[in-house]
């Protein structure tokens, strides 16, 4: 487990150089904040681009909407403190997506300087840093019903994992699986296109090695699991 997580609050985030190789920067942001790095939420329109400002526009709840611009205001600061630029000229491109040629792959800088994910769930947003491809995943501890939809989809050697807990740990449990493979899924730039079952991740307290990816939980707040996979 990483318990280093840098907060990005009020100040101007002291970032350093880019991260270099398989080093890695984690940074986590409460997605309520009024402003972040001591830039107003309700004035993130300016610093995002027309895609991220479409994106937030189709979120019909103003809280969703908030925690949206909350975590890309975020995400440009920090590439720009990283970058030696404004927020607002940092460029973001997607890469060519690994299941089809679209281009709908992982979120990049334009130039490839820096390798970054975000995620984000319930209040809480994590952003990671490296020098070669990186997914990072928070995910807030699910229901019950949740868990019932998502447990039949998983890896048969998961799903038997989870089905031996006690019934009230299994919801814990989820949250450590979903988080461990949904980093593998972002750092490959597949994403959910091709399922859950693969990679195994395992339910344990430790996740289960991947090949070819760096696989670490990360401390998190109560109630929320998360997790990192660096390309080795």
């Not at 402003?35 to 709840?61: I, K, N």
């Not at 949250?175 to 296109?193: D, F, M, N, S, Y």
Request: charged fraction near 20%; glycine fraction near 10%; aromatic fraction near 4%.
């Amino acid at each position: 487990m990483i318990d280093h997580v840098n907060e990005l609050a009020d100040g101007t985030p002291r970032t350093g150089p880019p991260p270099e190789g398989a080093a890695v920067a984690v940074w986590s942001l409460d997605t309520r904040r009024e402003t972040v790095a001591g830039r107003p939420v309700a004035e993130a329109g300016a610093v995002l681009d027309a895609d991220e400002r479409e994106r937030a526009a189709r979120l019909l709840r103003p809280a969703d909407r908030h925690r949206y611009l909350a975590s890309h205001l975020g995400l440009r600061v920090l590439l720009g403190s990283y970058l030696g630029l404004a927020p607002q000229e940092v460029a973001l491109v997607r890469e060519t997506c690994p299941c089809c040629g679209g281009p709908h792959g992982r979120p990049a800088v334009a130039g490839g300087p820096i390798h970054f994910s975000l995620s984000h769930s319930g209040d809480v947003a994590y952003l990671a840093f490296a020098g070669v491809p990186v997914g990072v995943d928070v995910e807030e501890t699910p229901s019950p019903e949740a868990l019932a939809d998502v447990l039949p989809l998983l890896h048969p050697a998961e799903i038997a994992e989870l089905s031996a807990l006690p019934e009230a740990d299994r919801p814990a449990g989820l949250a450590r699986v979903w988080c461990r493979k949904e980093a593998c899924l972002k750092a490959e730039g597949t994403g959910l296109a091709l399922g859950l079952t693969d990679p195994y991740v395992g339910s344990a307290p430790a996740p289960a090695p991947v090949p070819g990816w760096t696989l670490r939980d990360l401390a998190a707040p109560a109630d929320y699991a998360a997790a990192l996979a660096v390309r080795s």
